[in-house]
C-alpha cells in the first residue's frame, strides 16, 4: 500500500510491506507545514489499479486504555469521536461534507460510494506487551511504550475475538491509542508516531496478516509541533487533531483498502495528495473555527483529493434536481411526473419517486394514479455515479372524483 511521503515513506515501509502492507500513512507535521510533495495541481489523477473499494462500510472503534499502565484518555476524548463516526453515518450519501468525495472512486462492482454505518466502540483494558520498538527520543514528543504494528494488530484481532466482532470485508477498525503509548510500524523503529515529519506520522491503515480485517491505528495527535494539532479545535478537545487522522484514514480505507485501487506510483492514496490543504472556514472563527459541518457536528478536516476536480476539495458539488408536474390531478386519474435532474462533474444513474401514498416508482419519467383524495407530498431522490443523493419534493393535490382543475406544471428548483 501507498506511503503519504512520496519516495521517503515508501523506501521506509518497502520491507515491512513485503510482509503485511502499510498505507495512508500520514507524515507527522505541524500546522501550516508544507509536506514533501506537496498538494500538488492538476497534473495527474490518482490512477486506478484494479483491486477493490469498499461499496459500504461499518466503522468500529477500539479505545485502548491498558490495565496498570495509567495511561488514559481525557475527559469527552472518546465521546467526541465516538460523536463523530454517528455523525458520519447518519450524513451518508450527503454530498454536503468531505466523505461524499469518495463515490467518484470505484471498481467493477460500482463506486466507493459514501455509505457508512456505525458498529459501536469498545474500551478495552488489556495490559501491555514488552515494548517492541523505541520512540525517537529527539523528533518525537518522549513516549516511553512503544508498540510494533504487529503487537497492535494482535491487539485489534483479541478484541475482535473476544467481544465476537464482525470481521466482513465492509467493518474497518480503529484503534485509538491514549497520550503517552507510542508506535513504530516495526521493530527498526524506522518510523514512529509522532516521530518528525520524515519518519514520523500521525495515523495508518492497513490489514491483519490474513487480509480479513481491515484496520486503522491513530495515535494520540494533540501535541503540539505535530500532527496539525495547532489547527483549530472547533469543539475544544484534544481529540479534534485526532478526527482528521481519522477522516483521512476513513476516506482512504474505503477508496484503496487493499492498496491496489486508487493509489499513485508514488504511494500516495487520495488523502495523502492534500495532507496540509484545508478547506475555508464555514463557521466559528480563530482557534474554534470549523470547515465541516457534519450531522450538526463541527469538525476541522483536512481536503481531499479529487479526480474530478483535479485538486484538493472540501466536498463533492450539489446536483440540481426537480419534477414537473400538474399541481392538481383527480382521484383515479393517471397523472405524468418528470424528472429534471443534472450532475455537474458526472451524471445521475436513478431516480426513485416515494409518492406519499405509499407507492414508490422508478425512472425518469412515470405515470402514477391516486386512489384516494387529498394532498400527497411527493418526493424525488436521484442518485449520481458516485452514489450520492439529491432531493426535491412538492405537494399535489388530489380532487375527488371528476375532472380536476389541472393547473401548469411547476416551476424547476
Partial sequence: MGAACAGALAALFSATAQAK?????????????????????????????GGP???????????????????????GYRPLIESFLVNVAADSRKPTNVYGLSGQYGDGSGAAA???????AVVANDPLPASGCVEPPITGPGWTVCLTDSQLQAEIEHVVRADHLPS????????????????????RSTSCALGGSVTGYCGYHSQSSDGL???????????????????PRPNGSTADPTISTISHEHSETITDPAGDAWIDGSGNENGDLCITSFGPAIGGSGATAWNEEIHGGHYFLQNEWSNENGSCQPRDEWDTVSFSAPARAAQGKRVTFTAHARDPDGWIVSYAWFLGDGRIARGRLIRHV???????KVVLRTTDRGGNWAFYARAVSVLRGGAARTAGAAKSG
Fill in 168 to 187: 466482513s470485508s465492509a467493518d474497518v477498525y480503529f484503534l485509538v491509542t491514549p497520550k503517552g503509548l507510542g508506535s513504530c510500524t516495526d521493530a
Fill in 21 to 49: 502492507p502499510i498505507a495512508g500513512v500520514i507524515p507527522d507535521l505541524p500546522s501550516h507545514a508544507t509536506a514533501r510533495h506537496s498538494p500538488r495541481a492538476h497534473a495527474a489523477n490518482l490512477p486506478y489499479g
Fill in 370 to 376: 391516486f386512489g384516494q383524495p387529498g394532498v400527497f
Fill in 114 to 120: 459514501y455509505d457508512s454505518s456505525y458498529g459501536g
Fill in 53 to 75: 473499494v469498499l461499496h459500504s462500510n461499518r466503522t468500529h472503534v477500539i479505545f485502548w486504555e491498558p490495565s496498570g499502565s495509567g495511561l488514559t484518555f481525557e475527559p
Fill in 213 to 231: 480485517i481491515v484496520y486503522a491505528v491513530i495515535p494520540y495527535n494533540a501535541v503540539s509541533g505535530h500532527c496539525q494539532s495547532d489547527n
